[in-house]
């Protein structure tokens, strides 16, 4: 007989830099392919599927406004960036087999449907993957804050957030030879120490929602699939 999923429902946060592979900027179609198809997978288990997507590979507000930009439009402009990377991921994970809607924060209909929750539960329900788009459709947010609000919306038992470095440190693996990776690390903990897995508005919204966080590598092939089943990859943040 076949594993069952340990999640029903999840919410799997994307970053922008995800998709890039090894370029410096934008998106690289075979590593967007791989994650697709990794997703589309889950997604065949039978797990109810949302995705947040980042933006950084194109464009950060933070970055922008430190070189001159006002906050608030470089802001808006790194979110049209999430709309890009939410329409790159569609079409890669329906190459794959997976009906998907994108809902944007920002309306554009002609492109994505508006964020609707009743509507976004109602796409989960009938088997299609919903990419949300646009974060929160605020300036001075980020898009690890669209997750958490997303998941709690939508009612998903897990945030899945995937990152470049496999799991929470107690320093900068990159830099200090000697950091300790968590296997599991409390809120409280992660908002003391300033440890870097999702900024503090998030942290804050998951642990009020007490859902967990999985933070793991997307470098390696396979660790979406895992998490799913519950096997240890990277760190879980709980209460
Ligand atoms: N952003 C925003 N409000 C949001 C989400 C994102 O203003 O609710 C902007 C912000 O400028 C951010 C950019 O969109 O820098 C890209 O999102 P983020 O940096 O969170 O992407 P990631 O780091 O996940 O690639």
Do not use: C
């Not at 934008?26 to 995705?51: F, K, L, Q, S």
């Not at 990377?85 to 508006?114: C, F, W, Y």
């Not at 646009?134 to 945030?159: C, K, M, N, S, W």
């Amino acid at each position: 007989g076949g594993r069952t999923p340990r999640y029903r429902r999840i919410l799997l946060k994307l970053s922008g830099e995800a998709l890039m592979g090894d370029s410096a900027y934008g998106i690289e179609p075979r590593v967007i392919d791989r994650i697709a198809e990794e997703i589309a997978e889950v997604h065949r288990m039978g797990v109810e599927t949302a995705v947040v997507i980042g933006g950084g590979n194109i464009f950060r507000g933070v970055s922008a406004a430190s070189r001159g930009m006002d906050r608030a439009t470089a802001d808006t402009m790194g979110m049209l960036a999430t709309v890009m990377n939410a329409l790159a991921l569609q079409q890669a994970l329906e190459k794959h087999g997976a009906v998907t809607r994108v809902q944007s924060a920002i309306d554009m209909k002609e492109v994505a449907e508006p964020y609707i929750r009743r509507r976004a539960i109602r796409h989960l329900e009938k088997g299609r993957i919903v990419i949300f788009a646009a974060g929160t459709g605020l300036p001075f947010f980020t898009t690890d804050t669209a997750a958490a609000l997303r998941a709690a919306e939508i009612g998903a038992e897990v945030i899945m957030k995937a990152t470049k470095v496999d799991g929470v440190y107690d320093s900068d693996p990159r830099t200090d030879p000697n950091a300790v990776r968590y296997d599991r690390v409390g809120y409280d903990e992660v908002l003391a120490k300033h440890l870097k897995v999702m900024d503090a508005t998030a942290i804050s919204m998951a642990r009020e929602h007490n859902m967990s966080i999985v933070v793991f590598s997307l470098q390696e092939r396979g660790n979406i699939l895992k998490a799913i089943f519950g096997e240890t990859v990277g760190t879980v943040v709980e209460g």
